[in-house]
Each structure stands twice: as C-alpha cells, then as structure tokens.
T-cell receptor, first 119, second 107 residues
Framework: DTGVSQNPRHKITKRGQNVTFRCDPI?????LYWYRQTLGQGPEFLTY????????KSRLLSDRFSAERPKGSFSTLEIQRTEQGDSAMYLC?????????????????FGPGTRLTVL | KNEVEQSPQNLTAQEGEFITINCSYS?????LHWLQQHPGGGIVSLFM???GKKKHGRLIATINIQEKHSSLHITASHPRDSAVYIC?????????FGTGTLLAVQP
C-alpha cells in the first residue's frame, strides 16, 4: 500500500463549472477526512466518514459541496457551480480502525492534495 | 480566539539551534497531533500523543494534559527542517487545527 492517493493533483476550472475530486485511502482504514487549505492558512475540516457513513460536516461545507463514500473505500468530493473563493488545496486523510473505541481521534495519514484553481 | 493556539507564528533559526514550538488548547481533546507541511502542500504526520513524551530522531513532542499544552522540540536543527508545523487537537468527531508555525532554518 502506497498511502493515501488523490486525483487529480491539480485542477483548473472556470467559475460556474462543477468539479469532482477523488480520494483513495489506505486500505482498511475505516475513517476518511476531507480538509480545505487556503494559501497561508492551516487546513480546515470539511467532513468525515466512518466507513460509508458521513458522520460530521463542517459549516464550511455549503450546499454546493457534496461528499460521498459509497462503498466505504474511496471517496469523492464534488463542488457544484464553483466560485473563485473555492480555490484552495483539498486534502484527504484516512485513519485506521480503533477496535472498541467510538469517536476517538486516530493518527491520520494525509494524501498529497488536489489544488483547485477557479478562474 | 482559536481553540488551538500556536506560538510563535514564524520562527527563523540558525542551523544547529534547538527549536521549540508551543501549542495551547482551550478545549477537551483525546489526543494531540503534530503535522509537518513542506512547501507544495505535502503533509506528514510527526506525532500523535495523549500523554507524556515521544521522540523520533531529532524530534521530541511533549504534552501536559493538566495545563493543556504541548511542545514540539527539534534538536540540532537543519535547513531541511524548514516547513510549517501544525498542531491539531483531536476530540470526539472533531478536529481542531492550529494556525501553524512557519519555521525557516538558515545554514
């Protein structure tokens, strides 16, 4: 296993277009997280999945954003009607199963990110 | 005020110096995480700790649960340590990122 992978690595789009990013976590990691990072800022939490269930969504995740993890493996993050303010690095991370512990924070392994530029 | 505060925000050091980055948090957490991010965006997990102290090579992380404070130390700093160091507080289903410390180690 080579770690968390994200595709594409870079995406340039025009305002108003829809974009979709993909994250493949480390195999058998049951938790998957999406973050957004703008220039000069730390990552901001967007949403989190445990298996296929989306358990937490940040207020940052407007109605134009949707994330799925249909089979509890890879995840997609879609942004509809992109705006220039959506330009950021979108990071994905996964963390391993912790048997018998609900809601604990586990060590996260980050992917390389997808850099989105909205023109 | 952020729930996870780091200091300093920017740090410049000479090669070989001992470096300390501090993190204070105001919320209950189950673990604290130190991340390293190099220019270009790649994030590497350095430590996850919930008590005491951990050491990996030249890096040492400590946490004091009672004082809600953690420190990341780098001994014998090197220019390749130049990066942003981010402290992350982990609570139930919630992840709180510090604003990061930009470290530049000059040769």
């Amino acid at each position: 296993d080579t770690g968390v992978s994200q595709n594409p690595r870079h995406k340039i789009t025009k305002r108003g277009q829809n974009v979709t990013f993909r994250c493949d976590p480390i195999s058998e990691h049951n938790r998957l997280y999406w973050y957004r990072q703008t220039l000069g800022q730390g990552p901001e939490f967007l949403t989190y999945f445990q298996n296929e269930a989306q358990l937490e969504k940040s207020r940052l995740l407007s109605d134009r954003f949707s994330a799925e993890r249909p089979k509890g493996s890879f995840s997609t993050l879609e942004i509809q009607r992109t705006e220039q303010g959506d330009s950021a690095m979108y990071l994905c991370a996964s963390s391993p199963r912790v048997r018998g512990v609900r809601g604990s924070y586990n060590e996260q392994f980050f992917g390389p990110g997808t850099r989105l530029t909205v023109l | 005020k952020n729930e996870v505060e780091q200091s300093p925000q920017n740090l410049t050091a000479q090669e070989g110096e001992f470096i300390t980055i501090n993190c204070s948090y105001s919320v209950g957490i189950s673990a604290l995480h130190w991340l390293q991010q190099h220019p270009g965006g790649g994030i590497v997990s350095l430590f996850m700790l919930s008590s005491g102290k951990k050491k990996h090579g030249r890096l040492i992380a400590t946490i004091n649960i009672q004082e809600k404070h953690s420190s990341l130390h780098i001994t014998a700093s090197h220019p390749r340590d130049s990066a942003v160091y981010i402290c992350v507080g982990g609570a139930t289903n919630k992840l709180i990122f510090g604003t990061g410390t930009l470290l530049a180690v000059q040769p």
